[in-house]
């Protein structure tokens, strides 16, 4: 199982980015996929979580209304559509697969928000 993140950047204050999650070694349509971030000196954190079929969505309080789950079975992968960002966004975004209850994490991509 591979997890691969990419699109993190330093962005100013009110900017967009769009975060990639690159899966495989799995059947990535019958699984359920996370974004979790984790800032300096914090706990990591779920952001948003999808379902398999991207029929059901799920997000932290804190990026309600701001950012967008999403995925593509046919490409496998999934994404994190962030607008409106704020400083207290800063933080390493990882992506995370629970198959049966042995959970697999990425890299991790570093997203800065900062003027």
């Known amino acids: 199982v591979q997890l691969v993140e990419s699109g993190g950047g330093l962005v100013q204050p009110g900017g967009s980015l769009r975060l990639s999650c690159a899966a495989s070694?799995?059947?990535?349509?019958?699984?359920?996929m996370r974004w979790y971030r984790q800032a300096p000196g914090k706990e990591r954190e779920l952001v948003a979580a999808?379902?398999?079929?991207?029929?059901?969505?799920h997000y932290a309080t804190s990026v309600k209304g701001r950012f967008t789950i999403s995925r593509d079975n046919a490409k496998n992968t999934v994404y994190l559509q962030m607008n409106s960002l704020k400083p207290e966004d800063t933080a390493v975004y990882y992506c995370?697969?629970?198959?049966?209850?042995?959970?697999?994490w990425g890299q991790g991509t570093q997203v800065t928000v900062s003027s």
């Open positions: 999808i379902t398999s079929g991207g029929g059901s969505k």
């Open positions: 995370n697969a629970d198959l049966l209850g042995t959970v697999y």
């Open positions: 070694g799995f059947t990535f349509s019958r699984y359920a």
